[in-house]
């Protein structure tokens, strides 16, 4: 059974940072693709950044230049930093990563959420 545990929410004000964690844990061969994806009230969940096995990163037009994305593999943890937060940035952030938790077989794990909220 595969748990991911996220980290690091909270409130800050705008322009202020936040740098979220999120770590795997329990049977995992293998994670390929790790991410953070984030939903506000009313709004349909929507990606942030990815990160590939290798490194290679993926971001949201709306976050590009702000957040960074970084992952240890050896700590199979996945990191979000966020800077120049702004109040629509304010949203719950999912952790989410493609794991072979049995030989031949990958699945999507989420990770329960994180709430951030951003606010003067």
């Known amino acids: 059974q595969v748990q991911l545990v996220e980290s690091g929410g909270g409130l800050v004000q705008p322009g202020g940072s936040l740098r979220l964690s999120c770590a795997a844990s329990?049977?995992?061969?293998?994670?390929?693709?790790m991410g953070w994806y984030r939903q506000a009230p009313g709004k349909q969940r929507e990606l942030v950044a990815t990160?590939?096995?290798?490194?290679?990163?993926n971001y949201a037009d709306s976050v590009k230049g702000r957040f960074t994305i970084s992952r240890d593999n050896a700590k199979k943890t996945v990191y979000l930093q966020m800077n120049s937060l702004k109040p629509e940035d304010t949203a719950i952030y999912y952790c989410?990563?493609?794991?072979?938790?049995?030989?031949?077989?990958?699945?999507?794990?989420w990770g329960q959420g994180t709430q951030c909220t951003v606010s003067s």
């Open positions: 989410n990563a493609q794991i072979i938790d049995r030989p031949g077989r990958w699945t999507g794990y």
């Open positions: 329990g049977t995992i061969f293998s994670i390929n693709a």
């Open positions: 990160v590939t096995g290798g490194g290679s990163t």
